[in-house]
């Protein structure tokens, strides 16, 4: 199994920035794609954004492209979320999972965290 532990994330106002951070445990690999999913009230969870093993093939949801980026260390099993212009409509829990590809993030296989909590204020 992989754990998953996120951190970074806080209360900002809107159009401020914040950068997440997420370490892989447990039976991780550099191959495995990597992505960052959030959850808001009463919606459900949703892909924001998705690396694969090599940083080249990376998505990223309508609505936050142009305004989020993703990265990651392969020699630290860590992938971030760098997020900037942030709208209250970001506000979310965020959370990042392991999957087989960016295209199969649907199939995220590791264990869910208790994920950061992303608060923008208007």
């Known amino acids: 199994q992989v754990q998953l532990v996120e951190s970074g994330g806080g209360l900002v106002q809107a159009g401020g920035s914040l950068r997440l951070s997420c370490a892989a445990s447990g039976r991780t690999s550099s191959t495995y794609a990597m992505g960052w999913f959030r959850q808001a009230p009463g919606k459900e969870r949703e892909l924001v954004a998705a690396?694969?093993?090599?940083?080249?093939?990376?998505y990223y949801a309508d609505s936050v492209k142009g305004r989020f980026t993703i990265s990651r260390e392969n020699g630290k099993n860590t992938v971030y979320l760098q997020m900037r212009s942030l709208k209250p409509e970001d506000t979310a829990v965020y959370y990042c999972?392991?999957?087989?590809?960016?295209?199969?993030?649907?199939?995220?296989?590791?264990?869910w965290g208790q994920g950061t909590q992303v608060t923008v204020s208007s």
């Open positions: 690396i694969g093993w090599s940083g080249s093939s990376t």
């Open positions: 999972n392991v999957g087989p590809s960016v295209a199969t993030m649907s199939r995220a296989f590791g264990s």
